[in-house]
């Protein structure tokens, strides 16, 4: 049986990976009338009278909503909300396990941009943070803008920042690796969806220079190019200053770094060749990446990270989301910012000794623990420092 049958069966079997579970005693008439009426009615008194409370008094301290409108669910597009309910209950499960952040799932039947950010910030109340998932590019970057315009709690599109986060985490220690340094590496990224345009953002806040390719379906992306989003245009004011032009396979020529978040086997073996000596590669397309590892190293590549579980230096997500949220919500961040995300890459990079880096062990492991714990002191230190802490 394989994954994908042993997957299906089971989920029948769980009927739901995630659960509610009372986190109090209510078995005699006493405790009925202090978790429920009449005793409920001080905190509700408190709350009315001190909206703060509503973070100590209630569960909204440690609870997440993961959206979805089931538009971009993890490779498969557009399948839509209930569809895309088994992936938003994983992260849940996730949250918990990696973070002790209880989340909760929500799936919304509409693709207005409008509809969703409404639906979204009236039910803001209720949580301590919003993870935005599977949400298609362009809506996502609007409705992420607009919520955390008119939201007072973290807004958070994972799709976006935690790729960026743990993607720059890996090449911080990539580059160690072939002695080369941020600002002078030229960087091409195939792919300029939400993960793309995020992961240019995040590396530039990093302090890579501009010699930076963002490439798409119809080739390298630059300033003056009439097809392109309001985001994929503000980001070519800055990338790609002399405005080249043509293909993935002439972004590479003298590249030293490729990330891949568009489809399967777009890279092949003389395209690899033609890029800069130790060259890295992070074609993270899932369930089949751009080219696989064995290939790319094959054809000179010095260090070569993945999105999957079956090859070494796997850039999942799981190291990123569940300590940012925790870190947010130890502090009760009213957002997580560009400083928070810029300090969870480097606390999941700084887990690993400069001694210990090789090439196959560029970035922790999945399930190394130490991971959340240390994600979640720095993004609370980042977010006392900028002035988003309320604790």
């Known amino acids: 049986m394989d994954n994908q049958q042993e997957a299906l069966r089971l989920h029948k079997e769980w009927g739901g990976k995630i659960e ?3 986190r109090v005693p209510v078995t005699n008439g006493q405790e009925l009338a202090l978790a429920y009426t009449p005793g409920v009615a001080a905190p509700c008194l408190a709350i009315q009278k001190d909206y703060n409370l509503s973070f100590d008094l209630t569960r909204r301290n440690n609870l997440v909503a993961v959206i979805t409108d089931g538009t971009a669910v993890l490779g498969l597009g557009d399948i839509g909300p ?3 309910m088994p992936v938003m209950e994983g992260k849940c499960a996730l949250f918990k396990t990696f973070g002790g952040v209880d989340a909760f799932p929500l799936c919304v039947r509409s693709k207005d941009v409008d509809e969703i950010v409404r639906t979204i910030y009236l039910i803001s109340g209720s949580f301590g943070g919003i993870n935005l998932e599977d949400i298609a590019a362009p809506r996502c970057f609007e409705i992420e803008k607009r919520l955390q315009e008119l939201c007072d709690i973290p807004i958070f599109h994972d799709d976006q920042h935690g790729t960026a986060i743990v993607a720059g985490a890996a090449l911080i220690n990539a580059l160690k690796l072939v002695n080369k340094k941020l600002e002078d590496v030229s960087i091409v990224i195939s792919g300029a969806g939400a993960a793309g345009v995020a992961i240019a953002k995040h590396l530039l806040a990093m302090g890579a220079g501009k010699n930076m390719f963002l490439v798409n379906r119809k080739g390298i992306l630059y300033d003056g190019r009439e097809d392109l989003a309001a985001d994929q245009q503000e980001l070519c004011k800055i990338i790609n200053p002399q405005k080249k032009q043509g293909s993935l396979k002439d972004a590479m020529a003298g590249a030293d770094v490729f990330l891949g978040v568009s489809g399967p086997g777009l890279v092949d073996g003389e395209m690899v060749k ?7 590669l992070f074609p993270m397309a899932n369930p089949v990446p751009e080219i696989f590892p064995e290939d790319a190293l094959n054809a000179g590549a010095k260090v070569v990270g993945t999105g999957r579980s079956d090859f070494p230096n796997q850039i999942n997500n799981v190291l990123a989301f569940p300590g940012i949220f925790r870190g947010a919500l130890d502090v009760r961040a009213s957002r997580i910012n560009t400083e928070m995300n810029l300090a969870a890459s480097y606390a999941i990079a700084g887990l690993l000794r400069d001694e210990e880096l090789t ?5 922790p492991h999945a399930f190394d623990m130490r991971v959340g714990e240390a994600v979640a002191k720095a993004v609370s230190q980042a977010a006392r420092d900028t002035g ?3 604790i």
């Open 20 to 22: 509610v579970v009372s």
């Open 82 to 84: 209930e569809a895309g």
């Open 274 to 280: 033609t890029m800069a000596k130790d060259a890295i």
């Open 359 to 363: 090439p196959d062990y560029i970035i």
């Open 388 to 390: 988003v802490a309320r």
